[in-house]
């Protein structure tokens, strides 16, 4: 099927798009696009109209941004994957056959790598809860309630629902990310305790000054309390947290919990805001194995992170 009307440039009509999109996205997103296309899409396909881009042309994109190494192969993918939205919209009116978008589809993109994330086990909880300070609020609601670092950081008293026991996420990356979740036994009395102490309005987990948390500010000391939680777990004679951690470990120990605790995968995958449970099936099987190889102090502390966990 041809296209119905003859078809823009790329640069004139991605800048158009990002233009009309821009209020209904986030400033982060907006920021991210416009660096994509400025730095990247719009030098290779600026001056090529829409009809004339085919798969060969990402093909050689794909080719050419990987020999130039300035981008990983998942960031090249993004910029791709950016592409194929452009050239939907472009499909909508009529100036792409509707029925084939060139930048879709997996042999278009990169291989991508797996980043490498720092494993939190259960039996490493009670250890990196006694050594969180006055982080601990906040450390806790990640690995009891499965929140991304930004989505803790954002959350407000009005969120949080003591009496029925669960968080209301209303910031989040995607659609799914918005969501109810519910809270632990071990993490409902963290955060009632933190509400005795500093009343329950305005902000959650407010820095020393009152003000909101920021995400950067809570993985530099997410480290710091991992420091010292290895600390304890030496003394305790168990396995050091001993890669680079960054608080997004904390949703895969989530997932453990709720997995040695018997909880449905497509259950704990809505909890966490996927859209897909493959996360939660892959961290399934291992979590409901571990126990069985833990004897002694692991096993005890492994135990004391479930009763912690346990609704």
């Known amino acids: 099927m041809k296209p119905a009307r003859e ?13 009309m999109r821009e ?12 660096w994509q296309l400025k730095s990247h899409l719009v030098p290779y396909f600026g001056t090529t109209r829409l009809s004339e881009i085919g798969p060969i042309d990402i093909d050689r ?3 050419e941004q990987l020999r130039g190494a300035t981008l990983g192969p998942n960031q090249i993918n993004k910029t791709i994957g950016l592409l194929a939205r452009i050239l939907d919209t472009a499909a909508d009116y009529g100036y792409l056959d509707p029925t084939r978008n060139p930048a879709r589809g997996r042999r278009r993109r990169a291989k991508a790598t797996l980043p490498s994330r720092a494993a939190i086990e259960p039996e490493q909880l009670p250890s990196l809860l006694e050594a969180a300070g006055a982080l601990r609020p906040l450390i806790a609601t990640m690995a009891g309630a499965g929140l991304r670092n930004g989505e803790a950081c954002a959350l407000d008293w009005s969120d949080i629902d003591l009496p029925a026991g669960t968080i209301s996420v209303a910031s989040a990356k995607t659609g799914a990310g918005i969501r109810v979740v519910d809270v632990p036994t071990g993490l409902r009395s963290e955060l009632s305790a933190l509400a005795e102490r500093g009343g329950r309005t305005g902000v959650a987990f407010p820095n020393r000054n009152g003000s909101r948390q920021t995400t950067s500010n809570v993985g530099r000391r997410f480290k710091t309390v991992v420091r010292r939680a290895n600390e304890r777990l ?12 960054t608080p997004h ?12 605790l018997g909880d449905d995968p497509v259950y704990v995958a809505e909890q966490l805001g996927h859209t897909d449970p493959t996360f939660s099936i892959k961290v399934y ?7 069985e ?4 102090t692991a096993l005890r502390e492994f135990d004391a992170a479930l009763a912690w966990a346990a609704r």
Do not use: C, H, M
Not at 23 to 34: D, G, I
Not at 249 to 260: H, K, M, N
Not at 285 to 291: F, I, Q
């Open 61 to 63: 994109y794909r080719s």
């Open 23 to 34: 209020p209904e996205l986030r400033q982060k997103t907006v920021a991210s696009y416009s």
């Open 7 to 19: 078809a823009p440039t790329f640069d004139g009509f991605a800048r158009e798009w990002l233009a």
């Open 293 to 296: 190889r833990l004897n002694g």
């Open 249 to 260: 470990s904390l949703r895969r120990l989530y997932a453990s919990l709720r997995f040695a």
């Open 234 to 245: 030496d003394w305790l004679g168990l396995n050091r947290i001993d890669t680079d951690p």
């Open 285 to 291: 099987a291992r979590a409901l194995r571990r126990r």
